[in-house]
């Protein structure tokens, strides 16, 4: 079965400042997708960052970027210099591409950015 | 580009009724995948539909079942409501392995 865990259940940080997200996942499969994506209070979830499981390059989107270590199953993501925007839910999620795509995901972290 | 759009955004309904939930997919995509989200939780996959066919389900019981029309869009039922069914249902659209989710549609069931 595959499984992703977020151990942080709630994070708070001021403004300005970086933050790291953790998620572990375990799977049996050689070739998938890692995600971050944020939900805030509106409910729409929004993608902010993916990477292939073949690319050893960590991705990076503005201030966001990611530490996938996949000998560890390790995919955590770093936000610098956080803004009150990205006051959100975090979920990390994996796929696997081939055949009926389904999203598994962790339980979220709740991250909260104050002034 | 509308994206991904559900109706309706609230819903409340009494346990042992039934209930409909639309999804209209982001413009070219072929795939809708639905989600339920319990409150404080990472969303749970129902299941998939592509070329108007269910192609994987997750571990939900009978009483969840849905359709996809051949313009893509979907409908998620539910049949004999529990008050377990509460949840956020987000639907979301692909075309290869990247999910755009609509806005969710919030169901509560008294």
């Known amino acids: 079965a595959q499984t992703v865990t977020q151990s942080q259940p709630e994070m708070s940080v001021q403004e300005a400042e970086t933050v790291t997200l953790s998620c572990t996942y375990d799977?049996?499969?050689?070739?998938?997708?890692l995600f971050w994506y944020k939900q805030p209070p509106s409910r729409q979830m929004i993608l902010v960052i993916r990477?292939?499981?073949?690319?050893?390059q960590n991705a990076t989107e503005n201030r966001f970027s990611v530490n996938f270590q996949k000998a560890a199953k390790s995919f955590s993501l770093k936000i610098s210099d956080s803004q009150l925007g990205d006051t959100a839910m975090y979920f990390c999620?994996?796929?696997?591409?081939?055949?009926?795509?389904?999203?598994?995901f962790g339980q979220g972290t709740r991250l909260t950015i104050n002034p | 580009d509308a994206g991904v759009t559900q109706s309706p955004t609230h819903l409340i309904k009494t346990r042992g009724q039934q209930v409909t939930l639309r999804c209209s997919p982001k413009?070219?995509?072929?795939?809708v995948s639905w989600y339920q989200q319990a409150l404080g939780q990472g969303p749970q996959f129902i299941f998939q539909?592509?070329?108007?066919?269910?192609?994987q389900r997750g571990n939900f019981p009978d009483r969840f079942s849905g359709h996809q029309f051949p313009n893509y869009s979907s409908e998620l039922n539910v049949n004999a409501l529990l008050l377990g069914d509460s949840a956020l249902y987000l639907c979301?659209?692909?075309?290869?392995?990247?999910?755009?989710f609509g806005p969710g549609t919030r169901l509560t069931v008294t």
């Open positions: 979301a659209s692909s075309q290869k392995d990247e999910q755009y």
């Open positions: 799977t049996s499969e050689s070739n998938y997708y």
């Open positions: 990477q292939e499981a073949y690319k050893q």
């Open positions: 999620a994996f796929i696997v591409p081939q055949g009926a795509q389904k999203l598994v």
């Open positions: 413009s070219g995509h072929d795939t």
């Open positions: 539909y592509y070329e108007e066919e269910e192609r």
